[in-house]
C-alpha cells in the first residue's frame, strides 16, 4: 500500500479536461455573493438585494453614502466552481440563483494536493476527496481501474 502511495504522489498530472459523463445529474451549487463583490471591487464591498427579483443583487460599499456596482454573478460561479454555469430558479425570488455543473468528470492533479497537504513523509494517504473539493468544489472522487495510480478523477 505504501508503494502505491508513493507513485501517486509522483504522478504529473499536467492538463485538466473536462470529459462528459452519461446518466449522471447536475449539481447545484450555492453562490456566495458577498465573496463575488469582494473579488470584483475589493474588501469594502458586500452584496445587496435593491429589488425584489433575482435580476436585483448588486455590490455596494459600507460607507453612509453607499456606491452600488454591477454584480457579476456568471463570473461568481467561473470563480468559485470552474466548469459551472449560471442559473437561477425563479424569477420572483432572490435568492434562487445556483451554480450548476453538468455531470462532468475532472482529471485530479495529486501533486498539487499534496503541496496543498504538505506532507511529511513519502507514505502519507493523500485525501482525494479533499483534493477534489480543493481542486473543483466537488468531493467525489472515483477512480476508473483499480490498478490505475493515475486513474483517479473528480465527478459531478
Known amino acids: ?48 438585494l435593491i429589488g425584489n427579483t433575482a435580476l436585483d443583487w448588486q455590490c455596494r460599499t459600507k460607507k453612509k453614502l453607499p456606491i452600488y456596482r454591477q454584480l457579476d454573478l456568471n463570473a461568481a460561479c467561473q470563480n468559485q466552481y470552474p466548469f459551472s454555469d449560471t442559473k437561477y430558479s425563479d424569477f420572483n425570488t432572490p435568492d434562487s440563483w445556483f451554480c450548476e455543473i453538468n455531470g462532468a468528470q475532472f482529471e485530479l492533479d495529486l501533486n498539487q494536493q499534496c503541496k496543498t497537504e504538505q506532507k511529511r513523509t513519502i507514505y502519507e494517504a493523500i485525501n482525494v476527496s479533499d483534493a477534489c473539493q480543493n481542486q473543483y468544489g466537488v468531493s467525489n472522487a472515483r477512480y476508473t481501474y483499480f490498478y490505475a495510480p493515475d486513474s483517479w478523477f473528480c465527478e459531478v
Do not use: H, W
Request: proline share 2%; net charge positive.
Open 1 to 48: 500500500m505504501g508503494n502505491k502511495l508513493f507513485f501517486l504522489s509522483t504522478i504529473s498530472l499536467s492538463m485538466i479536461l473536462m470529459l462528459p459523463v452519461e446518466n449522471v445529474t447536475a449539481a447545484r451549487m450555492e453562490i456566495d455573493f458577498n465573496q463575488q463583490c469582494k473579488q470584483q471591487y475589493g474588501k469594502k464591498y458586500r452584496a445587496e
